[in-house]
T-cell receptor, first 114, second 116 residues
Framework: DTGVSQDPRHKITKRGQNVTFRCDPI?????LYWYRQTLGQGPEFLTY????????KSRLLSDRFSAERPKGSFSTLEIQRTEQGDSAMYLC????????????FGQGTRLTVV | AQSVTQLGSHVSVSEGALVLLRCNYS??????LFWYVQYPNQGLQLLLK??????LVKGINGFEAEFKKSETSFHLTKPSAHMSDAAEYFC??????????????FGKGTTLSVSS
């Protein structure tokens, strides 16, 4: 297994455009998390899936953001009508089910909104 | 609510010197604590974690951390710094989502520089 992979690694988009990111977790992991990291800050939790069910969303996840995990495998994060404030690194992590099990992170997708 | 404060956004040490990265947490429940390292253009890698039991936790690459409940601290140390330790380090506490899962609450990070 090659770990958590994210695609694309970098994305530059014009303000107002829609973007979609993909995350492929470690195959046996049923939990999947999305975080956002801005310059000089630690990662901030966005949303979480247990298999295909989206169980929690942060208040950071505005109506322009939507995430899916069809069939409990890969996940997508879509941002509609992007704003310059959306520029950040978007990190995906996955883990096994269990109490406080280790989360494995992908390398992230860096979004720049111009 | 849970939170993490990392004291010092930037720490510089000489190669071979002691590394000390400070982390204080706030939690209304017994915390689970983590240190992650992030190298440039890479994802976060777990260094070590404290869940229950022994308060001195050993991790990868010679790092260790001690959970001190009375001080609400979880400082990261390494006796002798190596050039390859230069990276950004994040302390995190487990946040409670629901009965099934958790998310991590991260500090702002500390950049460690190592000079020869």
């Amino acid at each position: 297994d090659t770990g958590v992979s994210q695609d694309p690694r970098h994305k530059i988009t014009k303000r107002g455009q829609n973007v979609t990111f993909r995350c492929d977790p470690i195959s046996e992991h049923n939990r999947l998390y999305w975080y956002r990291q801005t310059l000089g800050q630690g990662p901030e939790f966005l949303t979480y899936f247990q298999n295909e069910a989206q169980l929690e969303k942060s208040r950071l996840l505005s109506d322009r953001f939507s995430a899916e995990r069809p069939k409990g495998s890969f996940s997508t994060l879509e941002i509609q009508r992007t704003e310059q404030g959306d520029s950040a690194m978007y990190l995906c992590a996955s883990s096994l089910e269990g109490t406080y099990t280790e989360a494995f992170f992908g390398q992230g997708t860096r979004l720049t909104v111009v | 609510a849970q939170s993490v404060t990392q004291l010092g956004s930037h720490v510089s040490v000489s190669e071979g010197a002691l590394v000390l990265l400070r982390c204080n947490y706030s939690s209304s429940v017994p915390p689970y604590l983590f240190w992650y390292v992030q190298y440039p253009n890479q994802g976060l890698q777990l260094l070590l974690k404290y869940t229950t039991g022994a308060t001195l936790v050993k991790g990868i690459n010679g790092f260790e951390a001690e959970f001190k409940k009375s001080e609400t601290s979880f400082h990261l140390t390494k006796p002798s710094a190596h050039m390859s330790d230069a990276a950004e380090y994040f302390c995190a506490v487990s946040g409670s989502l629901n009965q099934a899962g958790t998310a991590l609450i991260f500090g702002k990070g500390t950049t460690l520089s190592v000079s020869s």
